[in-house]
C-alpha cells in the first residue's frame, strides 16, 4: 500500500486578491494572477488543472477553461504578512506567521560593510545621496530586494563568470549573520555581469536602494539561488516532525532553498521546471509512503518579469506533468496544487501580489467537495500531519474530516 502526500506549489498562482488588500497593500487591488493570465492568453488551456477544480477555486469560466463538475477544492487566505515565498512556505509547513521585521538595508549597511571587510573583502559604497548599496570583490552586490516586500527581504547579486557560488554564498552567510530581516537571498546567473547588475540599480520610495533582479539578467542562464531564512524553528515543521518519526521527507525546488529538512532529503538550487518535475516522478517511484512538497518558480519569475506569455508556457508544462503525477496516484495517496501567493503580471508593477491561492485536492475516491476558505496555509501541513499520524505543527486545521467521499 503506498501513502504519500504530495504538495505542489505553482508559486506565484493566486486567484484574486484579499478583501484585506485595500487596506494593507493598495497597489493590488484588482491582482488576480490566473484570472488575467487567462485572459491576456486566450488560448491557454490546461486539462489537468482544470479537472483539478482551478476555475472552482477562481469562482468563473474563462475562455476555453471550464468549472469541474467533479473535484475537491477550496482557496487559502495568506496568514503571514504581504506576500512572500519564504513567509509563505513556512506557513504551509506549519508555522505561525509573526510580523517580520521591516529595516531598509541602509540601517545595516555599516555593520554588513564592517563585517565583510573584517572578512578580508574589498567593499565598495555605491549610490548617490543617502541610498547606497554594497559592492563586494568587484561583482557581488548587497541591497534591499525589490520584488517583494521592501523592507522584509535583502538581496545578494552576482555573476558566475566572476565568481563560484559557493564564494558567493560564502558573503551571503555573512550578511544574514549580521542582519535580523526574515530573508537574505543569494542568487547568481551566467548572463549577468559586473555592468548589468550595476545597471539595474535602483531606488524606491526614497528609502530602498538595490538591483532590479530582472534587469540584471541573473535569472536568464545557469540561475543559481539560496534563500538564508531567521526566526524558523523547524522543530515544528511537517518536514521535521516526519523525520523525527522516521518518515520520508522530500523537498524539491526552491522549497528546499528555504525550509529546513536536515533528516529528510532536499534538492536544492533548482529552478528549471522539467527538471523538477522529473525529480518528482522519480521520487514517487522510489518510494511507498512521504511526504514531497515541491516549488515550481519559473511561474513567479514570469510573473517579476510581468510577462503573461512567458508565465502560460510555465503553466502548461507544469500541467502535463501534473497529469502524469495523477496517473501514478494510488488508491491511499493525496495531492495538493496550491500557491503560496499571487505575482500578477499585468497588475503595472514587478512584485508578489497579495492573493487568495487554490487548494485542488486530488485523491482517487474523492469528488465534488468544497472545502471552505481556510484560514492559513498552515492547514496544508496541519492535513499532512493528520494523514501520517504524527506530532501536528505549531500551526494549522486540518480539513481530512472535511473531504467527503
Same mark, same amino acid.
Given at each position: 500500500?503506498?501513502?504519500?502526500?504530495?504538495?505542489?506549489?505553482?508559486?506565484?498562482?493566486?486567484?484574486?486578491?484579499?478583501?484585506?488588500?485595500?487596506?494593507?497593500?493598495?497597489?493590488?487591488?484588482?491582482?488576480?494572477?490566473?484570472?488575467?493570465?487567462?485572459?491576456?492568453?486566450?488560448?491557454?488551456?490546461?486539462?489537468?488543472?482544470?479537472?483539478?477544480?482551478?476555475?472552482?477555486?477562481?469562482?468563473?469560466?474563462?475562455?476555453?477553461?471550464?468549472?469541474?463538475?467533479?473535484?475537491?477544492?477550496?482557496?487559502?487566505?495568506?496568514?503571514?504578512?504581504?506576500?512572500?515565498?519564504?513567509?509563505?512556505?513556512?506557513?504551509?509547513?506549519?508555522?505561525?506567521?509573526?510580523?517580520?521585521?521591516?529595516?531598509?538595508?541602509?540601517?545595516?549597511?555599516?555593520?554588513?560593510?564592517?563585517?565583510?571587510?573584517?572578512?578580508?573583502?574589498? !567593499?565598495?559604497? *555605491?549610490?548617490?545621496?543617502?541610498? #547606497?548599496?554594497?559592492?563586494?570583490? &568587484?561583482? /557581488? @552586490?548587497?541591497?534591499?530586494?525589490?520584488?517583494?516586500?521592501?523592507?522584509?527581504?535583502?538581496?545578494?547579486?552576482?555573476?558566475?563568470?566572476?565568481?563560484?557560488?559557493?564564494?558567493?554564498?560564502?558573503?551571503?552567510?555573512?550578511?544574514?549573520?549580521?542582519?535580523?530581516?526574515?530573508?537574505?537571498?543569494?542568487?547568481?546567473?551566467?548572463?549577468?555581469?559586473?555592468?548589468?547588475?550595476?545597471?539595474?540599480?535602483?531606488?524606491?520610495?526614497?528609502?530602498?536602494?538595490?538591483?532590479?533582479?530582472?534587469?540584471?539578467?541573473?535569472?536568464?542562464?545557469?540561475?543559481?539561488?539560496?534563500?538564508?531564512?531567521?526566526?524558523?524553528?523547524?522543530?515544528?515543521? !511537517?518536514?521535521? *516532525?516526519?523525520?523525527?518519526?522516521? #518518515?520520508?521527507?522530500?523537498?524539491? &525546488?526552491? /522549497? @528546499?532553498?528555504?525550509?529546513?529538512?536536515?533528516?529528510?532529503?532536499?534538492?536544492?538550487?533548482?529552478?528549471?521546471?522539467?527538471?523538477?518535475?522529473?525529480?518528482?516522478?522519480?521520487?514517487?517511484?522510489?518510494?511507498?509512503?512521504?511526504?514531497?512538497?515541491?516549488?515550481?518558480?519559473?511561474?513567479?519569475?514570469?510573473?517579476?518579469?510581468?510577462?503573461?506569455?512567458?508565465?502560460?508556457?510555465?503553466?502548461?508544462?507544469?500541467?502535463?506533468?501534473?497529469?502524469?503525477?495523477?496517473?501514478?496516484?494510488?488508491?491511499?495517496?493525496?495531492?495538493?496544487?496550491?500557491?503560496?501567493?499571487?505575482?500578477?503580471?499585468?497588475?503595472?508593477?514587478?512584485?508578489?501580489?497579495?492573493?487568495?491561492?487554490?487548494?485542488?485536492?486530488?485523491?482517487?475516491?474523492?469528488?465534488?467537495?468544497?472545502?471552505?476558505?481556510?484560514?492559513?496555509?498552515?492547514?496544508?501541513?496541519?492535513?499532512?500531519?493528520?494523514?501520517?499520524?504524527?506530532?501536528?505543527?505549531?500551526?494549522?486545521?486540518?480539513?481530512?474530516?472535511?473531504?467527503?467521499?
Amino acid at each position: 500500500m503506498k501513502k504519500r502526500f504530495i504538495v505542489i506549489v505553482l508559486d506565484s498562482f493566486g486567484v484574486g486578491y484579499m478583501d484585506d488588500v485595500p487596506a494593507v497593500r493598495p497597489e493590488d487591488i484588482g491582482a488576480n494572477t490566473c484570472k488575467h493570465i487567462l485572459e491576456k492568453v486566450t488560448d491557454l488551456k490546461l486539462i489537468n488543472l482544470e479537472k483539478l477544480g482551478i476555475m472552482n477555486a477562481l469562482g468563473e469560466d474563462i475562455g476555453l477553461m471550464k468549472k469541474s463538475e467533479y473535484c475537491t477544492y477550496g482557496k487559502s487566505k495568506l496568514m503571514h504578512f504581504g506576500g512572500d515565498t519564504f513567509f509563505g512556505h513556512q506557513e504551509i509547513m506549519g508555522t505561525l506567521p509573526r510580523m517580520p521585521l521591516m529595516k531598509p538595508f541602509s540601517f545595516y549597511l555599516d555593520k554588513v560593510y564592517n563585517a565583510l571587510v573584517k572578512n578580508g573583502y574589498t !567593499v565598495e559604497k *555605491i549610490g548617490d545621496n543617502h541610498l #547606497k548599496y554594497l559592492f563586494v570583490n &568587484g561583482c /557581488v @552586490a548587497v541591497g534591499d530586494n525589490l520584488e517583494t516586500d521592501l523592507g522584509q527581504v535583502y538581496n545578494i547579486t552576482s555573476t558566475l563568470q566572476k565568481m563560484p557560488f559557493d564564494d558567493i554564498l560564502k558573503i551571503g552567510k555573512i550578511v544574514r549573520a549580521n542582519v535580523e530581516v526574515a530573508r537574505v537571498i543569494v542568487f547568481a546567473g551566467e548572463n549577468s555581469t559586473v555592468e548589468s547588475i550595476k545597471a539595474a540599480a535602483e531606488e524606491k520610495n526614497g528609502l530602498y536602494m538595490g538591483i532590479n533582479a530582472p534587469k540584471s539578467k541573473v535569472y536568464e542562464k545557469g540561475y543559481m539561488v539560496r534563500h538564508l531564512g531567521y526566526g524558523i524553528d523547524p522543530e515544528t515543521q !511537517v518536514p521535521t *516532525i516526519m523525520g523525527k518519526a522516521g #518518515k520520508n521527507s522530500i523537498l524539491i &525546488g526552491k /522549497v @528546499a532553498d528555504i525550509v529546513e529538512n536536515e533528516l529528510g532529503k532536499s534538492y536544492m538550487g533548482l529552478v528549471d521546471t522539467k527538471t523538477i518535475f522529473n525529480i518528482t516522478l522519480e521520487e514517487m517511484d522510489k518510494i511507498d509512503e512521504g511526504f514531497i512538497c515541491v516549488n515550481i518558480q519559473e511561474t513567479d519569475l514570469s510573473g517579476h518579469a510581468e510577462d503573461a506569455e512567458k508565465y502560460a508556457e510555465i503553466l502548461e508544462i507544469s500541467d502535463d506533468y501534473i497529469g502524469e503525477i495523477m496517473d501514478k496516484i494510488t488508491d491511499d495517496d493525496i495531492l495538493i496544487v496550491t500557491a503560496d501567493h499571487g505575482n500578477d503580471p499585468t497588475i503595472g508593477h514587478s512584485r508578489h501580489t497579495r492573493e487568495n491561492v487554490p487548494l485542488l485536492i486530488y485523491k482517487k475516491d474523492l469528488k465534488n467537495t468544497f472545502i471552505g476558505l481556510r484560514e492559513s496555509l498552515s492547514d496544508i501541513g496541519a492535513t499532512a500531519a493528520e494523514y501520517f499520524q504524527i506530532k501536528m505543527p505549531q500551526n494549522g486545521e486540518s480539513f481530512l474530516d472535511k473531504k467527503k467521499k
